[in-house]
């Protein structure tokens, strides 16, 4: 009887799972059959959209007068694209060029027309430095490339073999109103060339903001800015200026890369640099040498700097007027100029050589040598010197330096500070003649003796000391040092 029940049970709890069974298979949804049961592949990604989903490819160079227009940009560069000579290439406003890895070679003309509301754009594939090669620009030295013009464009991503955004070869380009960023290098690259650029911004370049190397002309700057580059500068190498040039203040500061010199032009008076008011010129450790006139003339507003390009005393060699004994180097001018930071391997902020300037309202500080020989603000050697109203501070060694006078000096109004020695020293002379030394404001210091030659005369005018360093003022003519009672003379030992 047990055992009969127990298999009743059993079988009806076998019912009832099989019922529940059956019920939880109803609620599942159905399972694919056949070729369907098999697990169906993942849908593929959505295509990525191409970066220019418009535009036109260029392939082939330019060897016809073309234009590339708004409606078909943007242009993207297949390969290296000329621009032949005698043809121009024309870009309307608000167009855009693009390129990996390749650039614009033009030997031709390239008039990129850009406004500033649809300015012209040439980038890389990328935002990447160097991503593509720039825009070449070049002529020969026959025949310079003229009459290319970039106005309201902006060139960005260079430097990918060219390694600069914008390279000119014996050209002569105008650029206004655009910007030219992001180089792997310099901004601007030119040789053998010039420019004309007028409200452009340099910006995020690795090198300078612009390098001009042997320039074949002045260069016309004006508005221009620059900001994060390597060099926040327009920097020039290896130029030699003969002729009449002047350097406008552009608002960047111009960048002695390499040595500068103001040249004589054949058995020409000689050649002259005019330096405008409010310009500054920075130095990488070179002097600026001036064999021809140099016409600085700033005014208290808009004063000239010459300084190094890293504020540190000793960092440039100075500045150099020289001639020579057989044609001394006269008539440069000096006003509102401060000359800072010079010395280093040389002898002065601002060195005289067989030279006469005039010089007023100056500064001249911080000269210190890196060497084991004095240096001081102003050196002149064989040479002479109109000098008012100017002031000489922390130079290593002496305020002014004279080493054999070529004529007696023009010295007014003069202040020193912080100086080794706040005064004018004159090192061994023999004075022939009539000489006079005026009242400067600073003492004279008498390294060497001073000779006055039978039938000479020095007249030391009231006011003045002089101090000597064991060596005698020696007369053999006439000395006349007439003091008053407010302004007596004096003379003493160092």
């Known amino acids: 009887m047990n055992r009969e029940k127990t298999r009743s049970l059993a079988m009806s709890g076998g019912l009832l799972g099989a019922l529940l069974l059956v019920c939880l298979l109803a609620l599942l949804p159905a399972a694919p059959t056949g070729a369907l049961a098999q697990s169906a592949p993942a849908p593929p990604p959505p295509a990525a959209a191409p970066r220019w989903p418009t535009g036109t490819v260029i392939t082939e160079d330019v060897t016809v007068n073309t234009t590339w227009t708004l409606a078909g940009s943007p242009y993207q560069l297949a390969a290296n694209i000329a621009v032949a000579p005698g043809v121009t290439l024309r870009l309307d406003p608000g167009v855009t060029v693009e390129a990996d890895g390749v650039g614009l070679d033009v030997a031709g003309t390239l008039l990129a027309q850009g406004t500033m509301t649809q300015p012209v754009t040439f980038t890389g594939a990328s935002p990447t430095p160097g991503i593509w090669d720039g825009i070449r620009i070049h002529g020969t030295a026959q025949t310079p490339n003229t009459g290319s013009m970039l106005a309201h464009t902006v060139v960005e991503y260079g430097g990918d073999h060219l390694r600069y955004n914008l390279f000119l070869e014996y050209a002569d380009v105008s650029l206004a ?25 340099f910006s995020q370049n690795g090198g300078y903001a612009a390098l001009f190397e042997q320039a074949s002309g002045d260069l016309d700057l004006h508005n221009l800015s620059a900001s994060q580059n390597g060099h926040d500068g327009i920097a020039l190498k290896s130029t030699t200026l003969t002729g009449a040039h002047t350097w406008e203040d552009g608002g960047v500061p111009y960048l002695l890369a390499g040595v500068v010199g103001v040249h004589h032009v054949g058995t020409a008076p000689g050649s002259t640099l005019t330096i405008e008011p409010g310009v500054v010129v920075q130095s990488e450790g070179v002097g600026f040498y001036v064999e021809g006139q140099l016409q600085a ?8 700097l010459f300084t190094a390009d890293t504020p540190t005393a000793g960092s440039w060699d100075g500045l150099h007027i020289q001639g020579t004994a057989q044609a001394p180097n006269t008539g440069s001018t000096l006003a509102y100029v401060t000359v800072a930071y010079g010395g280093q391997y040389k002898s002065a902020n601002l060195h005289l050589d067989w030279a006469a300037a005039t010089i007023t309202h100056c500064t001249f500080r911080d000269a210190v040598s890196l060497g084991a020989f004095p240096v001081h603000g102003i050196l002149a050697a064989d040479s002479t010197a109109v000098i008012r109203d100017s002031h000489f501070a922390n130079n290593h060694d002496y305020a002014v330096y004279f080493s054999a006078l070529s004529a007696d000096p023009v010295l007014e109004n003069l202040t020193a500070a912080g100086n080794g020695t706040d005064g004018i020293a004159l090192i061994h002379s023999d004075l022939a003649g009539a000489h006079r030394w005026e009242a400067s404001g600073l003492p004279y210091y008498l390294l060497g003796q001073v000779d006055v030659l039978a039938g000479a005369e020095l007249t030391v005018a009231p006011g003045v000391e002089v101090r000597a360093a064991g060596s005698p003022l020696d007369v053999a003519g006439t000395l006349r ?3 008053t009672a407010a302004r007596p003379i004096t003379f003493t030992a160092i």
């Not at 109103?177 to 911004?201: E, F, K, Q």
């Not at 003339?297 to 000239?304: E, W």
């Open 177 to 201: 109103g655009g910007a030219l960023r992001h180089s792997l290098r310099d901004g601007l690259y030119a040789v053998h060339s010039t420019a004309a650029i007028s409200g452009t911004a």
């Open 297 to 304: 003339v700033g005014t208290a507003v808009s004063p000239i």
């Open 481 to 483: 040092a007439i003091g």
